[in-house]
């Protein structure tokens, strides 16, 4: 949520961004809404202040008690109509996007993303190579077929060697953040609708969101969720800044929208796994631990040899929290295309505002912190590795960084009997 002093004295700065996120709030209205808001709100006062010095009066004076009976009744009224006021800003506030970075690229969707650097040697085959569909129908180590039956479309089993690969890279990926600074975490599965309304997935995101029928509560679609409420209504101190936190989990996400998009395999699916990276820090430390970030991703994807792209996120893939992100784009051989492996988003106090994350200094200054998510590693890394890492006869050698924790240097079909 954005800071509604930017609406009272930078209305402009607000209808621009609007303008280039396609958000249709009307901002001139909404800035009549809080000026009627903070009339309402001395007028209250003003009338408290009436009914607290008159209440001393009472005993001595049937007039004053007749003006505190008359102010009670119109204190009632006009607080309902403070209430009405205040539940028509948040319910407008809360569907305000973000700022927006001086770089962010003009653009509808992922084609518009700004490419900033290659990295790594793309793979050279002298054959054709397989999509990792194919590869683990070969391989025996991806089932989707099990997975409709037993769930629907869109859910999978990472079976035999295929989920030991999978393993060994997330636990890899984990000791690697922890070398880095970085809190490992457990987290829930679930999380509170005020929790993904603090973290901005509501209302924006409501149609990814598989809600429990009858709770107050549905699956994460990111550990972002619940790690970045687990400091909600708390205040930090500064001088412990940045936290930086990591969690392994299963996510899941409806994918609603996604119709049509290049869906073969189990590229998009309904639930997988993610290793995320979060840091709170102060506003001024943002972009720095943005990029920290960034070069963690890029250095994970170097251990394992998988060629890449950086691109700067346009307008249309942003996300309304978004202030800035970054996505890293692995090249798949089997699909002959970069394809995005992780995000990395700048919310800077987006989602402090809306959870109430403050940090204190030593002089005792309180502030929103800024808050950093960014995908360490998920399941599309395993499937890159699959298919940049296949050989003739259908093999993938696994990256030498996996090996000891695999057990094994190559994945091979199983021999029919």
Not at 114 to 125: A, C, N, Q, S, V
């Amino acid at each position: 949520m954005i800071d509604i002093k930017l609406i009272r004295d930078n209305p402009e700065l607000v209808k621009t961004t609007c303008k280039r996120r396609g958000c249709d709030i009307d901002i001139d209205a909404l800035a009549a809404l809080d000026i009627e808001y903070r009339a309402t709100v001395q007028k209250v006062e003003d009338m408290r202040a009436d009914r607290n010095r008159l209440s001393k009066e009472c005993r001595d004076n049937p007039e004053a008690r007749e003006k505190v009976i008359a102010l009670k009744i119109t204190l009632s009224e006009t607080d309902k109509i403070l209430n009405e006021l205040n539940e028509q800003i948040k319910e407008q506030m809360s569907w305000l996007p973000n700022l927006l970075a001086d770089d962010v690229p003009d653009g509808d969707d992922d084609e518009s993303n700004l490419e900033l650097r290659k990295e790594g040697t793309l793979p050279e085959f002298s054959f054709k190579p397989k999509d990792h569909q194919e590869l683990g129908e070969l391989l025996d180590i991806i089932d989707a077929k099990r997975g409709v039956k037993v769930a629907q479309a869109g859910f999978f089993y990472w079976k035999g060697q295929g989920a030991q690969l999978c393993n060994a890279l997330f636990f890899w990926v984990q000791q690697q953040l922890v070398a880095r600074g970085f809190t490992q975490f457990m987290t829930p599965c679930v999380a509170k609708e005020q929790t993904l309304f603090g973290t901005g997935y509501l209302p924006f995101f409501a149609d990814q969101t598989y809600a429990l029928e009858g709770e107050d509560l549905a699956l994460i679609g990111t550990s972002e969720q619940t790690l970045i409420g687990y400091h909600a209504d708390e205040i930090l101190d500064s001088e412990e800044l940045p936290l930086c936190y990591s969690s392994y989990s299963p996510c899941f996400r409806t994918e609603s929208g996604s119709y049509g998009k290049a869906s073969r395999g189990i590229f998009r699916v309904h639930q997988f796994h993610k290793v995320e990276q979060i840091i709170f820090c102060t506003p001024e430390d943002s972009d720095a631990n943005h990029k920290r970030c960034l070069e963690n991703e890029e250095y994970l994807l170097q251990q394992l040899g998988i060629p890449y792209r950086v691109v700067n996120v346009c307008i249309g893939d942003l996300g309304a929290p978004g202030y800035k992100k970054y996505d890293i784009e692995a090249w798949f051989a089997g699909y002959n295309s970069y394809r995005e492996v992780t995000s990395n988003t700048n919310l800077t106090d987006f989602q402090a505002r809306r959870l109430n994350i403050r940090c204190k200094d030593k002089d005792g200054k309180r502030q929103f912190v800024h808050t950093i998510s960014a995908t360490a590693v998920t399941d599309r890394v395993v499937i890159a590795i699959l298919e940049n890492n296949q050989q003739a006869d259908g093999s993938i050698v696994i990256p030498e960084v996996l090996r000891p924790l695999c057990g094994f240097d190559k994945i091979e079909a199983p021999v029919k009997k």
